[in-house]
């Protein structure tokens, strides 16, 4: 089962703006990941926040973390057509020996336009 | 590039017949999991298999199988297939099974008819 909602499903910008995506979860986490994923083919991981953590950043990647209301956003600035992707979270939940058992959400369809 | 590949890259097979895909992860990736992707959704958790022992299992039958060789490669078996086993199968894999980041392949997308 997906672990929660994405939002919005889909995006779609001008190159230069921000893009923002939002992902909610419904358990109790050890961290969220982001992922990307081109055209329906393998997923390249992003930026890893721990559940200690409330913001992280890594380039033009920008993710914060709310554990009081389990969501998640991240933020791509200045964005560009190659930015072009499916956009995933996934978490790995706390407690157990779960560390490979990511649950992914079900995604953002980002297009930057040219 | 993660390093991780995968065969075929695309398969279409039939109601009722067998599948095996393969996984090959990086050297020293001793960790690997499997996905499986319907068109329009996330990945979903197949099973993990560290140093060759399955190590967890998500909400799949026993028809979903699988098998990790010492030379750092994998297999995910699937019998008497579904039409809903359509998707695209991910593989991923990690150096320890405490390792976070999951490296993944490219797919194998799986048509069943």
């Known amino acids: 089962s997906q672990q929660g909602e994405e939002d919005p499903q889909a995006l779609s910008i001008q190159e230069g703006e921000n893009a923002t995506m939002n992902c909610s979860y419904k358990t109790s986490i050890n961290n969220l990941q982001w992922y990307r994923q081109n055209s329906g083919r393998g997923l390249v991981h992003l930026i890893l926040?721990?559940?200690?953590?409330r913001e992280k950043h890594s380039g033009r990647l920008r993710v914060t973390l709310d554990t009081s209301k389990k969501s998640s956003s991240l933020l791509i600035t200045a964005s560009r057509a190659a930015d072009t992707a499916s956009y995933f979270c996934?978490?790995?939940?706390?407690?157990?020996?779960?560390?490979?058992?990511?649950?992914f959400g079900q995604g953002t369809i980002l297009t930057v336009h040219p | 590039e993660t390093g991780v590949t995968q065969s075929p890259t695309h398969l279409i097979k039939t109601r009722g017949q067998q599948v095996t895909l393969r996984c090959s992860s990086q050297s020293g990736h001793n960790t690997v999991s499997w996905y499986q992707q319907a068109l329009g959704q996330g990945p979903q958790f197949i099973f993990q298999?560290?140093?060759?022992?399955?190590?967890g299992r998500g909400n799949f039958p026993p028809r979903f199988s699988g098998l990790q060789f010492p030379n750092y490669s994998s297999e995910l078996n699937v019998n008497a297939l579904e039409l809903d086993d359509s998707a695209l199968y991910l593989c991923a894999s990690t150096s320890t099974r405490q390792e976070e980041t999951q490296y993944f392949g490219p797919g194998t997308r799986l048509l069943v008819l």
């Open positions: 298999y560290y140093r060759e022992e399955e190590n």
């Open positions: 926040i721990r559940s200690n953590e």
């Open positions: 996934a978490t790995i939940n706390a407690g157990g020996t779960s560390y490979g058992k990511l649950t």
